[in-house]
C-alpha cells in the first residue's frame, strides 16, 4: 500500500483484534502537533482530533519519544473524550526522529504484559516504517513533478515565451496606429494585459526549473510600477464590482530587478482579484521603512485558513484554484528572497488576506552593507 489512508487503519484494525483492546487510535506530529490519522474502536471525527505537542499523555510521548503504560488506572483522556483503565502510548520512530504515537486503552482484565508491550513496539515500528515509505514516495513524485518542469524548460517553455513576445511586440505597433477607436484600444489593452500574464506564468516555469534567480538591476520609482500593475488590475477587474485601491505613501527610488519585482505585485495582486467574487476591495500600497520598501497587498475575500496558511509557498499548492500552475507564491517567494526580503501573510477567515513584501529599495548597496556587517 502506498497511501496512508489505506495503510494505517489496515494495520490498526489487525493491532486491535491482536492485542485485544477496546480502543486504538494512531497520531502523527505536524509542526507542532499530534493528529489523529487512524482509529478504531470508539466513535470520533479523527480529522477533528489534534494535541499539542508535549499535552496529554500522547502529546507527551510525541515530545519525548518515552513510552506510557499504565493498568488498572482511572484516566481522564480529554482528548479522546473517554475514560480509560488501562493505556499504553508507544513512540513511531524512525531512528532517532518521533513520527508519531501509538495509542493503546482498555485492555482486556485491564493489563497489558510486557509481551504486549514488545507487540506494540513492533506494531509502531511497522507503521513508522509505512510512514517512512510514504514520505519517501511522495518526494518521488514531487521529483518526478521536477523532473516534468525541467522537460517543460527545454521543449516547450522556452517556445511560449518566445512566441508570447512576438504578439507582445504586435500589440505595441498596434497601439501606435492613429485614430485608433477607443474600444479597439480597450481590446488592445485586455489582450496586452493577459498576455502579461500568460508570460508571468511561463517565466515561473522557467525560473523554477533553474531553481535560481538571476537579477538585473534597473532604477525606477516604485509610483511607476505602480502605475502599470493599476493599469493592469483595472482591466482584470472591468465586468465586475472590485475595487483596486493603489496608495503610494512614500515614492521611493528603487534599485532592484523592475521585471522581478512587477512579476511579485502582479502574481499577488491578481490572486487578490481572483480570491474575490463579483464584488470587493484590493488594496495596495508602498512605504519606506529604514532601507525597505514595504509593499502590502490587502483583499476582503474569504480569507485563508491556518492549515493552508502554513503551506501556501510550497510548490503545486494551489488551494482548489482552477487558474494557474500552483508555482505562482513559490516563485515570489524566491523572488522575494533573491533581494534579501521577506513575504509574510495575514488572515482572518470570511474578513481578510494581507501579504506583505519587504525588500531593500537598493538591493545591491544592502546586499554589501549585511556582507560587511
Same mark, same amino acid.
Given at each position: 500500500? @502506498?497511501?496512508?489512508?489505506?495503510?494505517?487503519?489496515?494495520?490498526?484494525?489487525?493491532?486491535?483484534?491482536?492485542?485485544?483492546?477496546?480502543?486504538?487510535?494512531?497520531?502523527?506530529?505536524? $509542526?507542532?502537533?499530534?493528529?489523529?490519522?487512524?482509529?478504531?474502536? @470508539?466513535? =470520533?471525527?479523527?480529522?477533528?482530533?489534534?494535541?499539542?505537542?508535549?499535552?496529554?499523555?500522547?502529546?507527551?510521548?510525541?515530545?519525548?519519544?518515552?513510552?506510557?503504560?499504565?493498568?488498572?488506572?482511572?484516566?481522564?483522556?480529554?482528548?479522546?473524550?473517554?475514560?480509560?483503565?488501562?493505556?499504553?502510548?508507544?513512540?513511531?520512530?524512525?531512528?532517532?526522529?518521533?513520527? !508519531? =504515537?501509538?495509542?493503546?486503552?482498555?485492555?482486556?482484565?485491564?493489563?497489558?504484559?510486557?509481551?504486549?508491550?514488545?507487540?506494540?513496539?513492533?506494531?509502531?515500528?511497522?507503521?513508522?516504517?509505512?510512514?517512512?515509505?510514504?514520505?519517501?514516495?511522495?518526494?518521488?513524485?514531487?521529483?518526478?513533478?521536477?523532473?516534468?518542469?525541467?522537460?517543460?524548460?527545454?521543449?516547450?517553455?522556452?517556445?511560449?515565451?518566445?512566441?508570447?513576445?512576438?504578439?507582445?511586440?504586435?500589440?505595441?505597433?498596434?497601439?501606435?496606429?492613429?485614430?485608433?477607436?477607443?474600444?479597439?484600444?480597450?481590446?488592445? $489593452?485586455?489582450?496586452?494585459?493577459? =498576455?502579461?500574464?500568460?508570460?508571468?506564468?511561463?517565466?515561473?516555469?522557467? $525560473?523554477?526549473?533553474?531553481?535560481?534567480?538571476?537579477?538585473?538591476?534597473?532604477?525606477?520609482?516604485?509610483?511607476?510600477?505602480?502605475?502599470?500593475?493599476?493599469?493592469?488590475?483595472?482591466?482584470?477587474?472591468?465586468?465586475?464590482?472590485?475595487?483596486?485601491?493603489?496608495?503610494?505613501?512614500? $515614492?521611493?527610488?528603487?534599485?532592484?530587478?523592475?521585471?522581478?519585482?512587477?512579476?511579485?505585485?502582479?502574481?499577488?495582486?491578481?490572486?487578490?482579484?481572483?480570491?474575490?467574487?463579483?464584488?470587493?476591495?484590493?488594496?495596495?500600497?508602498?512605504?519606506?521603512?529604514?532601507?525597505?520598501?514595504?509593499?502590502?497587498?490587502?483583499?476582503?475575500?474569504?480569507?485563508?485558513?491556518?492549515?493552508?496558511?502554513?503551506?501556501?509557498?510550497?510548490?503545486?499548492?494551489?488551494?482548489?484554484?482552477?487558474?494557474?500552475?500552483?508555482?505562482?507564491?513559490?516563485?515570489?517567494?524566491?523572488? =522575494?528572497?533573491?533581494?534579501? !526580503?521577506?513575504?509574510?501573510?495575514?488572515?482572518?477567515?470570511?474578513?481578510?488576506?494581507?501579504?506583505?513584501?519587504?525588500?531593500?529599495?537598493?538591493?545591491?548597496?544592502?546586499?554589501?552593507?549585511?556582507?560587511?556587517?
Amino acid at each position: 500500500m @502506498f497511501e496512508l489512508h489505506n495503510l494505517l487503519p489496515a494495520i490498526i484494525n489487525i493491532a486491535k483484534e491482536y492485542l485485544g483492546v477496546e480502543r486504538i487510535s494512531l497520531m502523527l506530529i505536524e $509542526d507542532e502537533y499530534l493528529k489523529m490519522y487512524a482509529h478504531a474502536g @470508539f466513535e =470520533v471525527d479523527h480529522s477533528s482530533v489534534h494535541i499539542r505537542l508535549g499535552d496529554g499523555i500522547a502529546g507527551k510521548v510525541a515530545k519525548t519519544g518515552i513510552e506510557v503504560m499504565s493498568n488498572k488506572t482511572e484516566t481522564d483522556n480529554d482528548v479522546l473524550g473517554y475514560q480509560t483503565s488501562s493505556f499504553m502510548s508507544v513512540p513511531l520512530k524512525k531512528g532517532d526522529k518521533v513520527l !508519531g =504515537v501509538l495509542n493503546l486503552t482498555d485492555k482486556e482484565d485491564d493489563f497489558f504484559t510486557e509481551d504486549d508491550v514488545k507487540i506494540a513496539r513492533f506494531i509502531a515500528s511497522q507503521c513508522a516504517l509505512g510512514v517512512d515509505r510514504f514520505n519517501m514516495y511522495s518526494d518521488m513524485r514531487k521529483s518526478e513533478n521536477l523532473r516534468v518542469i525541467g522537460m517543460l524548460n527545454s521543449s516547450i517553455a522556452h517556445d511560449i515565451k518566445n512566441l508570447l513576445n512576438i504578439v507582445q511586440s504586435y500589440l505595441e505597433l498596434m497601439a501606435q496606429e492613429k485614430d485608433i477607436k477607443p474600444e479597439m484600444q480597450e481590446y488592445i $489593452d485586455a489582450i496586452h494585459s493577459e =498576455v502579461k500574464r500568460i508570460h508571468g506564468l511561463t517565466l515561473d516555469i522557467l $525560473d523554477f526549473s533553474r531553481q535560481r534567480v538571476s537579477i538585473a538591476i534597473e532604477t525606477f520609482r516604485i509610483s511607476e510600477l505602480f502605475d502599470e500593475i493599476r493599469k493592469h488590475a483595472n482591466i482584470m477587474t472591468r465586468d465586475t464590482a472590485i475595487c483596486v485601491d493603489v496608495e503610494v505613501l512614500d $515614492d521611493i527610488i528603487m534599485k532592484v530587478d523592475r521585471g522581478k519585482i512587477f512579476r511579485v505585485i502582479f502574481n499577488l495582486v491578481s490572486n487578490a482579484i481572483d480570491a474575490l467574487p463579483a464584488k470587493g476591495i484590493v488594496k495596495l500600497t508602498a512605504q519606506k521603512e529604514g532601507d525597505l520598501c514595504v509593499i502590502k497587498i490587502r483583499d476582503t475575500g474569504a480569507g485563508i485558513s491556518s492549515d493552508n496558511r502554513n503551506k501556501l509557498f510550497q510548490p503545486f499548492f494551489t488551494s482548489g484554484k482552477a487558474k494557474g500552475t500552483g508555482l505562482g507564491l513559490a516563485i515570489v517567494k524566491m523572488i =522575494v528572497e533573491a533581494h534579501c !526580503g521577506t513575504i509574510d501573510v495575514d488572515s482572518d477567515e470570511g474578513v481578510y488576506t494581507e501579504f506583505t513584501v519587504r525588500i531593500p529599495f537598493n538591493y545591491e548597496s544592502f546586499k554589501e552593507l549585511h556582507r560587511q556587517g
